[in-house]
């Protein structure tokens, strides 16, 4: 039998990009050829606990965009990229009957079902070396580890520690490589809608969120709203708006997928302040960063406490089970018409701003007193910026058993009146 050749993996999983991107800069530091590889693996796309599905259409659309624009940059780099459709575990045992696979790049992963595609891999391969970053965050976790033991309950406390001497590593220079080794010829699969089992459709001209994926896009949105229109230098007075593209950045959904990385965003402020200066509005948005990171290390350290009812706080949650309450939840049909036109946003655009996800959220848990989890399932199906560790993490929050102990319940109507003054987001929604 002629010998396979011995080739790397670099296994793009959700840090779809080429600027930034530690696995692509050190795949290239090696001597051996190498194939990039993303897999539409079926179980991202079949039914979940709650009868949700696990994608919905919105974010699948966005995620195919993304590794179009994805396939376009490697193309440019000359870096042979292969797209499949099916389980991990068969991917990988297809392209080990072909070659030699010495080591797998990719991004270090530690939620449930991420840990499931890694294991299937193990199991096909399991003398192949594994080379991983952590890309996903703005702090990086060497830092955080030597700051803190432990990860605090309460967000403050992270905050405070984490901005203290906050060091923030500079990017990686892989946007400007270009490969220079013969390419591997492999078979790729045509995915689309609907082969994904979705049915084409249009977007809804009220959308907040009239983006395409991928890092293209991501960086003209990181643009505009930087240096093109100076947006960044109000986010603090804006941030809690519900109409329109402008009032906060819209960064999540491809923060979520990783076409934009949290460092790069963190850089291009700091070259904004010097620009344009800096103000509160430009540190918020770091904050809002440190969020995002917050909740990636108290997914890291509770592990799968994050999907138990009774959350992270292990304090006990006394749901009701009333489907036809969480029928008109999802539906729009609640006695609020504030709830109401939030969750048809969400319905019809797969959006829903900051201020309407908490209000919605604490309505399902306070007042109608649902399982959490059938909510954020929910918003794992529709949103197009779906993240695992800030949904779950938000939801716990808001159901009062997470990083926070005290009862917080929003009251929808007086939210309504300070952020919705003159009814123009409820118009939208309701009477058009
Ligand atoms: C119940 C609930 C569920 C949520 N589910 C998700 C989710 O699945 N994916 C997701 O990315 N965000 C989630 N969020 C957080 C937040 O609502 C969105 O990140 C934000 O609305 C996205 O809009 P933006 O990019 O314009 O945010 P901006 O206000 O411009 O903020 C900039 C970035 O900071 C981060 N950020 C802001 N607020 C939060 C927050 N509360 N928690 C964590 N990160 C934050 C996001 O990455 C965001 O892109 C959820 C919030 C709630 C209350």
Redesign the pocket.
Known sequence: MPEKQKINILWFTKDLRTRDSESLYNIMQEGLPFLAVYIFDDRDFGKMQFGSRKTGKYRARFLLETVEDLKGNLNRKNIPFLIKKGSTGNVFKELSDEFDIVKIFCQQEWTREEKEKEDEIRNVLPTAGWERSYSQFLVHPLFVSRTMDKIPMLFTAFRQKVEKNLLIRPEFASENLMYNKCGIKVQGDEVTLRSLGYADFKTDTRTAFPFSGGQTQALKRLEFYFSETRNLSS?KET?NGLVGND???????W??NGSLS?VT?YHEIKKYEQEFGSNESTYW?VF??L??D??RYVSMEYKDLIFRKNGISKKEYLSEDHEELIRQWKEGTTDSDFINANMLELKNTGW???RG??N??SYFCRILKQDWRI??AY??EL?I???????Y???M??AGVGNDSRDRIFNPEKQAEMYDPNHEFTELWLHK
């Open positions: 986010y941030r009032y906060s950045s819209k960064f999540s959904a923060l979520a949290a965003v948005l809002e960063l969020w995002r917050f909740f829903m701003s900051n996800r908490q919605v959220a909510g954020a918003f794992e949103l910026d779906y993240d695992v560790h800030s949904n993490g938000n939801w929050y808001l």
